[in-house]
C-alpha cells in the first residue's frame, strides 16, 4: 500500500443490532435481511442495486443506524464525501458508542482532508473498540499524513497485534521506519509482509531499501537486479503508418489533443509537466498499435527472464489481462520523481518524442529513466546503485512495477512525449 492507502468500512453488518432499538422488534427482522441484501450487492461491486435497496429501508426505517451507515459508505464510493459525513455525524450522535460509525466518520474526514477531525473519530472508535484493527490502520495513516510518523509507528504496530495478517500495516510501518532512518525495523516489517502477502509490491520495494541501508548489498541487489528484470526494446516501422515516425507522431498528436492532459495532477511523480489520464478516449489507432507492441515486448520480457528460478518475483506475476496506459508531457526541467507502481505486476514506457538535446551525446544522462533511487521521503544514508538507460524514439523499456524510478531532469524548449503503461493481473 501505499503510505496514503485508507480502507474504507468493510461493508459488513454490524453484529450490535443497533437496528433494534430505533425500530419495532418485528420489522426488525425484515430489515436485517434487507440490509445483507444491500451488504451482498457492494461486495459484488453492484452499487446501484446497494444503493436502491438501502433507500428502500431508509423510507421505512429513517434513523436506522446501519442502513445510514452503509449509505454513506456507498456515497464515499461515488465521491458524495460531505454527504457522508453529514449522515455518519448523524448516527454518531443517535448512537455514541456505535464504533463502526466512528470509523466510517474518520475514514470520510480524512478523504476531505480533515486530519485532525479524522484523528478525533478514529480515537472515539478505539476508545468504545480498542481492538478495532482497521482504526488503528487508519489512524496510523492519518498521523503519517500530519507528518508524526513515530506516534504511526505505534498503531501499525497495534494493527499487527490485532491482526498478524495485515500486509498494508506491515508495509506502512516499513515505510514509516525507514522515513525516520530505523532500517532494520524496516527490513522486519517488510519480511513479515511478505509472508502474508508473497507478491507485495510495497514490501519488495521497502526490503531492498532497508537491505541496503542495513549493508547488506547483496540483498539489496538480489531483489533490485535490473541487469536482469529491466529490458529495452527498440521498434522499428509499424504497420499501417509509412515510418516510425510518422507512428511516433501520431501518438504524439493523440496525446496532446487528449481531453484528460492536466498539469502535475494530484497525487502523481510528474513535475514541470503534463500527464493524461486513461488514453482509451478518442481515436485509437496508434494506441491500438502501441498496445500490440507492449503485448509483443511482454511476450519477449516473459520468455527472456524466465520465472522463479532466476527471482522470487517473476513466479508470482498471474496472467497479465489487463492495462493501464496514459502520456507523459515534460518540458524544460520536467521529470518524474522516484516512484513506483504498486498495483502492476509489470510496468513500462515507450519514448514517442525526445528533445534534440537529448540527442547530442554532451548533455550528460539529462532526460534519462534512472532505477534503484529511492524516494526523498525515506531517510536513507547509504549510496544506493542505480541503473540509467537512454530513451530513444521507438524504445520501450519493460521492469516489475516495484522498481522505484525516475526521469532525471533536462533542460530544452521541445518537447518530452512518453507513454507509461502498466499490466496487472
Known sequence: MSRNKRRLQKNKISQSGRGASVVSEIDQASIEAGLNQVTAA???????????????????????????????????????????????????????????????????????????????????????????????????????????????????????????DHSAAATNLASAHLQIGNPAEALAASELALKTDPGNRDAFSFSAIAAMETGDRQKAADLLNPELLVRPSQFGNRPGFENLSSFNSALVEHVLAHPTLTSEPHNKATRNGRQTESLALGELVPVAELQNMIAEALDEYLEVVGRGDTHPYLALIPQLTKIDIWGTVLGTQGHQASHMHRAAWISGVYYARLPDVMHSGDNGNAGWIEFGRPPDEFNCKAEHDVHLIEPKEGLMVLFPSYLYHRTIPFESDELRVSIAFDLLG
Do not use: C, V
Open 42 to 164: 457492494m461486495n459484488s461491486g453492484d452499487s446501484h442495486l446497494a444503493t436502491k435497496l438501502t433507500d428502500q429501508i431508509l423510507r421505512s426505517a429513517p434513523n436506522h443506524p446501519d442502513a445510514l451507515n452503509l449509505k454513506a459508505a456507498l456515497l464515499m464510493r461515488s465521491g458524495a464525501t460531505l454527504e457522508a459525513i453529514r449522515i455518519l455525524t448523524k448516527i454518531t450522535k443517535l448512537i455514541p458508542d456505535f464504533a463502526q460509525a466512528h470509523f466510517n466518520l474518520g475514514t470520510a474526514l480524512n478523504a476531505w482532508d480533515k486530519l485532525n477531525r479524522a484523528l478525533k473519530s478514529f480515537n472515539r472508535a478505539l476508545q468504545i473498540d480498542p481492538k478495532y484493527a482497521d482504526a488503528h490502520y487508519n489512524l496510523a495513516n492519518s498521523l503519517r499524513q500530519l507528518g508524526q510518523a513515530d506516534a504511526a509507528i505505534i498503531h501499525y504496530s497495534n494493527t499487527l497485534k490485532i491482526e498478524p
